[in-house]
Structures are given as C-alpha cells and as structure tokens.
C-alpha cells in the first residue's frame, strides 16, 4: 500500500471519531446558556450583574406547577384507600348535637327535654283531678289488724259512711267490732274467778261506735301501669266516740291518716293507720292505752260518675 493512500484514510476515521464528542458539547453548550437565561440577575457596586446560583436551581414548586404544593391535603385515592374505604365517623359530643340542635340556655321544665338516650321526650305538666270528692257520699267497708297496748293483738272489721261537702273538708261516721282478750289475766285471778276476759271470741267483742272530721291536705298521684296515672288523696282524720266493753271506760278518741286511691270514678281503696285512745282496767289497775289500728278497704261513691 502506497503512503499516499494510507494518509486520507486516516485522516477520514479521525474525523469520524470527533463528530459525536463535538454534537455533545454543542449540546452541552445550549442546555447552559438557557440556565443561564432563566437564571435572575443581581446588579453589582461596579454596574456588572452577578448570577444567583439558588435562585438558577429550580425548585419542585416552581418547576412543576401542575404538582400540590408539599403541605397541601393528601387524597386517600392517592394512597390506595379506593372509595369503597368505610370513613369512621366522629361521634357527636351530645344528645342535643346528635339531634341537630344544641340548646343555647337552660330551658324550663315544662319545655321539650332530652333523656340520656337522645331522644326527646315533653313533660305532661300538672294534670287535673279526675276525681272529685265534693258533694258525694262514700259507703266503706274495711278490715284488719288491731294492736293492743293493753290487751291481747286481735283482727278487726268494720264500715263506715262519710259526706264530703268540699273538696277537701268532710266527715264520717263508722262501725267497728273486734275482740278483745288478755290471756295473762287467768294466772291474776285463778283463785278469785273474776275474769274479766272469759274464753271464746264472741263473749270478748267490743263494738265502737266513733265519728271523725276529714281533711284532704294534699293530692297525689301514682303511676299504676305504662301511661295510666292514679289518683290519690292524703287524709287526716280525728274525733271521738264510744268503746262498748267491760273494761273500757269513758270516752275513746282517734287519731289517724288515711290515703285514698281512685281507680275509677265511683271506686276507692283505701288504707288506714290509726291511734286510739281510751282509758282501760285489767288486772285490778286503771290505765290510758294507745291501740294501734291499721285497716285496708274500698269505698263506693254515691253519685257514680261526677268530674
């Protein structure tokens, strides 16, 4: 191979190489000169301007404005929670909040309340009476328990018929028997056989005959069942009257208080508690006893039905 042939050649590869490395510093070249374009410029004491490498550098914000901002909200579907994610609710602070609304200031107690539960609920307020007293006749049958100081517990019945003028003012007059023994006496007076308090129940009974004054001070009412409200009288009672017995002496007086329960309009129950004083002689002394009476009954109204 002749020298001439050889040098072109050569010449020819040499270029081929360098064309690649001098696109890249062309290209090299333009990417710097648009940074320094964009970059801003600060001016000097001598007039010339200085480039701000911070400010050359773009930032995520600044080189992306389509992207959120880094402190901005982050979208659950971004994160894989999908729509079909259940949400857990807040639970609300109140029963008022849970209702949609929350009282500004203590309400009355007449006005719509709310229960531990959430659920509103109206107070009925004062009822009126459903049952009225005045003007009616009572006619009472009762029975129970005599407790006696002196003598001997024993069971007692008995009725009575009572008038109500007023509401709450009224009388009666009632009828009761009950026997009345006392067991010890017979070790007293074995020898002498002055028994004051023979054997058997219908030689030991003793009738009283007693008339009271009523008065109905307060009204009450009772829940019975679901709504069903009962109304109801608390009575104070007091008079006199006769005990016909063999020991009893002088007059006897009571002392008592009585609630009456209103089922219906002609229909009453009642419940007695009673203190009864006389004076009494067993066992050759003399002294004032307290019997204790207590009685249950019912009572029939007369005229039936009165509002």
């Known amino acids: 191979m002749s020298p001439r042939a050889t040098v072109p050649g050569f010449v020819a590869c040499w270029l081929v190489a360098a064309a690649p490395t001098s696109a890249a510093a062309h290209a090299h070249r333009d990417d710097a000169s648009r940074d320094c374009e964009a970059a801003p410029t600060e001016p000097t004491a001598a007039g ?38 259940p949400q857990v609710e807040t639970p609300p602070d109140s029963a008022a909040a849970a209702l949609g609304r929350t009282p500004r200031r203590v309400k009355c107690l007449d006005e719509s309340l709310i229960d531990e ?16 007293k005045a003007k009616r006749v009572v ?15 024993q069971w007692q019945a008995g009725g009575s018929i009572g008038f109500w003028p007023f509401e709450a003012f009224g009388f009666d007059a009632e009828f009761r028997l009950t026997p009345m023994t006392l067991r010890i006496e ?16 219908r030689r030991n009974l003793s009738y009283s005959a007693i008339g009271h004054l009523l008065f109905s001070p307060i009204h009450t009412k009772l829940r019975a069942r679901g709504d069903r409200i009962v109304h109801g009288d608390f009575v104070l009672q007091g008079g006199a009257g006769a005990i016909l017995h063999d020991t009893v002496q002088a007059a006897a ?35 004032i006893t307290n019997d204790l009476v207590f009685s249950a009954g019912v009572g029939f109204w007369i005229p039936p039905r009165r509002r």
Do not use: C, H, W
């Not at 017979?186 to 129940?201: H, K, L, M, W």
């Not at 002392?255 to 009456?260: F, P």
């Not at 219906?264 to 009864?276: H, P, Q």
């Not at 002689?281 to 003399?286: F, K, L, P, Q």
């Open 48 to 85: 010339d301007t200085v480039t701000d490498p911070a400010a050359s550098t773009p930032t995520s914000d600044a080189g992306a404005p389509d992207e959120a901002p880094s402190d901005a909200p982050v979208d659950p579907v971004e994160l894989g929670a999908g729509p079909d994610t």
């Open 117 to 132: 539960f959430g659920r509103a609920s109206v107070r009925k307020g004062v009822q009126p009476r459903d049952f009225r």
């Open 139 to 153: 006619l009472s049958l009762f029975g129970g328990v005599r407790g006696g100081d002196l003598t001997d517990t």
């Open 186 to 201: 017979r070790a007293a007076t074995s020898f002498t056989q002055e028994n004051r308090f023979p054997d058997g129940v």
């Open 253 to 287: 007086f009571d002392v008592g208080m009585s609630l009456y329960l209103f089922p219906t309009s002609f229909l009453s129950v009642r419940f007695d508690l009673t203190d009864r004083i006389y004076a009494q002689e067993a066992i050759g002394s003399r002294r």
